[in-house]
């Protein structure tokens, strides 16, 4: 296993649509966690999963945005009716249990361009 | 609330040492990390420290933490250009829980 996985690595998309990222965390990686980074600035948190269980969703995520993990492993978000605002990379993390330290393990990212 | 802040920009000489400042505000911080971020590369944690610690070395990277000020700070010795990079202070409550984020410092270096 190489790491987090993201999917596409880019998007560009018309306003309006709709769209949906996809993030395989690393192997047995039971938490899971949904940022985006704007230009300028660092990661904010949007959501975490542990195991299929979503556990918190930040203020920032809009009826717009859903995250499913649906069984645990790999998980989608998905923004519908994209505005221009919604232009920026979104990342994803993983991390084990307790017993496997305290690291977040990044993606690369997938960044959107609403046009 | 929430809230890590940080300087935008710093330029170093080669070879002297860099010191990035940070302060954060939420009191129940519990691990406090410094990641580094190369363009078109992920985010990578450099190194972190407990909140009970007040400083940690690992190679040419020192963290120093006043909790009472709530004040961390990285240096970098003998910098390097590959150094150059945007580094970001981070908190968070535990282990498992979301990280807050600074807006980071762009370091720049200069022969």
């Known amino acids: 296993d190489t790491g987090v996985s993201q999917d596409p690595r880019h998007k560009i998309t018309k306003r309006g649509q709709n769209v949906t990222f996809r993030c395989d965390p690393i192997s047995e990686h039971n938490r899971l966690y949904w940022y985006r980074q704007t230009l300028g600035q660092g990661p904010e948190f949007l959501t975490y999963?542990?195991?299929?269980?979503?556990?918190?969703k930040s203020r920032l995520l809009s009826d717009r945005f859903s995250a499913e993990r649906p069984k645990g492993s790999f998980s989608t978000l998905e923004i519908q009716r994209t505005e221009q605002g919604d232009s920026a990379m979104y990342l994803c993390a993983s991390r084990g249990g307790d017993r496997t330290g305290n690291e977040q393990f990044f993606g690369p990212g997938t960044r959107l361009t609403v046009l | 609330g929430e809230d890590v802040e940080q300087s935008l920009f710093l330029s170093v000489r080669e070879g002297d040492s860099s010191v990035i400042n940070c302060t954060y505000t939420?009191?129940?911080?519990?691990?406090l990390y410094w990641y580094k971020q190369e363009p078109g590369a992920g985010l990578q944690l450099l190194t972190y420290i407990f909140s009970n610690m007040d400083m940690k070395q690992d190679q040419r990277l020192t963290v120093l933490l006043n909790k009472k000020d709530k004040h961390l700070s990285l240096r970098i010795a003998d910098t390097q250009t590959g150094d150059s990079a945007i580094y970001f202070c981070?908190?968070?409550?535990?282990?498992?829980?979301?990280?807050?984020f600074g807006s980071g410092t762009r370091l720049s270096i200069r022969p």
């Open positions: 939420d009191s129940s911080s519990t691990y």
């Open positions: 999963f542990q195991n299929e269980a979503q556990l918190e």
């Open positions: 981070a908190e968070s409550a535990s282990s498992a829980s979301k990280i807050i």
